[in-house]
C-alpha cells in the first residue's frame, strides 16, 4: 500500500479529482452516520445519539467543511496571496473523510447501547465507586478510542499536507498558525452547529 497517497494525495491528484471523490464520500459518510444515528458537531467531533434525520450529519459535515474552508482559505492568503480557494476547498474535504469510518462502531447502536450500561452502572450516591464495565464492552471502547486517535492524527496529516501544498508554506510560525486556526475551527463548528443545527 503506498502510504503517501493515504497522508498527502494532494500532490498526485487534480483538485477536481479531490473535489468529486470528496463530496461522494461526504454523502457517503452522512449517509453511513445517519443509519447507525452519528452526528458529526464539531469539525474534530462524532457522537452518538438517539434520534436522527439525514439532513443533520449532512449538514454537520457541510458546515465543518465550509468553516475549514473558510479559516484555512483565509490564513492561506494570508501566507502567500497566490492560494487558490479550490485548493483550500479540497483540502478541506478530503481532510474531513478518516472521521467517515468511526460512526461505524455504533452499528445497531453498539456505542449507544454500551454508554448506556456504563451510565446506568454508575451510584449516584457512591461516586467513588467506579461502574461495573463488561470485558467484552471495555474491548470495544479501547478499539474504537485508538481507532479515534488514528483517524484524528489522519485528518491532521491530511489538513496540513494539503494546506502546505496549496499555500507552498514554511516555518514555524506558519505551522503555529495552522494550529491555532485548527483549534478555532472546532470551536467555532461546535457553537455553529449547536445554535443552527440544533444539537
Known amino acids: 500500500m503506498n502510504w503517501k497517497i493515504l497522508l498527502n494525495p494532494f500532490e498526485k491528484h487534480s483538485e477536481k479529482a479531490l473535489l468529486l471523490f470528496g463530496i461522494i464520500m461526504t454523502f457517503l459518510g452522512s449517509f453511513i452516520a445517519y443509519l447507525t444515528k452519528s452526528r458529526f458537531d464539531g469539525v474534530i467531533d462524532m457522537h452518538v445519539v438517539d434520534q436522527i434525520t439525514f439532513l443533520e450529519p449532512l449538514v454537520d459535515n457541510l458546515l465543518n467543511?465550509?468553516?475549514l474552508f473558510l479559516l484555512f482559505y483565509l490564513l492561506g492568503k494570508r501566507i502567500n496571496n497566490k492560494t487558490r480557494w479550490v485548493d483550500i476547498l479540497s483540502v478541506s474535504i478530503i481532510s474531513r473523510i478518516p472521521f467517515y469510518?468511526?460512526?461505524?462502531?455504533?452499528?445497531?447502536?453498539?456505542?449507544?447501547?454500551?454508554?448506556?450500561?456504563?451510565?446506568?452502572?454508575?451510584?449516584?450516591?457512591?461516586?467513588?465507586?467506579?461502574p461495573v464495565i463488561e470485558f467484552s464492552d471495555l474491548i470495544i471502547l479501547l478499539v474504537f478510542a485508538m481507532v479515534t486517535v488514528l483517524c484524528l492524527a489522519w485528518f491532521i496529516a491530511l489538513l496540513w499536507n494539503g494546506?502546505?501544498?496549496?499555500t507552498n508554506t514554511k516555518g514555524t510560525k506558519n505551522i503555529v498558525?495552522?494550529?491555532?486556526?485548527l483549534l478555532l475551527s472546532e470551536a467555532l463548528s461546535k457553537i455553529l452547529i449547536s445554535t443552527l443545527n440544533f444539537y
Open 65 to 67: 467543511t465550509l468553516l
Open 177 to 181: 498558525l495552522f494550529i491555532v486556526f
Open 163 to 166: 494546506f502546505r501544498v496549496a
Open 101 to 130: 469510518v468511526l460512526p461505524l462502531f455504533n452499528i445497531d447502536g453498539l456505542l449507544a447501547k454500551i454508554t448506556e450500561k456504563i451510565l446506568n452502572g454508575i451510584d449516584l450516591q457512591n461516586l467513588s465507586q467506579p
